[in-house]
């Protein structure tokens, strides 16, 4: 099973599903998505193209319908403006995602950071910052971060 299979088990509204829900939206896609959110934020502004990444992400990695990743996307702005720590949101996905799961969704945050085409020193400490409560090294952060530069044609 491909990790994005895995998370879009793990995300998918399934009745066997066991975690907390928000609505018809489970804990840790919400979390994953208010961690978007949260990078996005960053710089001071939540742009018109972060928000279309995160849609993105979350139609294509995720599998959702564009409705349902937008009816997520409200709901993580709103959770995210309440929440003043990300730890909640990096304790959710810890719990629910091995260290191939942790990099992907590094990788989904990356993707965020750099949607509007460049990388803010507060989006920059943020993203050390939750590599370190996800248990991902500097170092694999930064390949991660360098991948998905190369993914967005910067340099």
Do not use: C
């Amino acid at each position: 099973m491909s990790i994005f299979a895995k998370i879009g088990s793990i995300f998918g509204d399934s009745a066997d599903t066991t975690s907390p829900k928000t609505g018809n939206i489970d804990a840790e896609k919400l979390a994953a998505a208010a961690l978007m959110v949260e990078v996005a934020v960053q710089d001071g502004e939540f742009e018109k193209t972060e928000r279309e990444a995160i849609e993105k992400i979350l139609t294509n990695k995720l599998n959702l319908s564009l409705e349902d990743a937008r009816e997520l996307l409200a709901q993580a702005e709103d959770k995210q403006s309440q929440s003043i720590q990300i730890l909640s949101f990096t304790k959710e996905i810890k719990n629910h995602f091995d260290a191939e799961g942790r990099s992907h969704i590094m990788e989904m945050l990356w993707s965020v950071v750099f949607a509007d085409g460049e990388e803010d020193d507060y989006e920059s400490n943020l993203m050390r910052r939750i590599a370190g409560l996800l248990y991902i090294s500097d170092k694999e952060s930064g390949e991660i971060r360098k991948k998905v530069m190369r993914e967005h044609n910067l340099h």
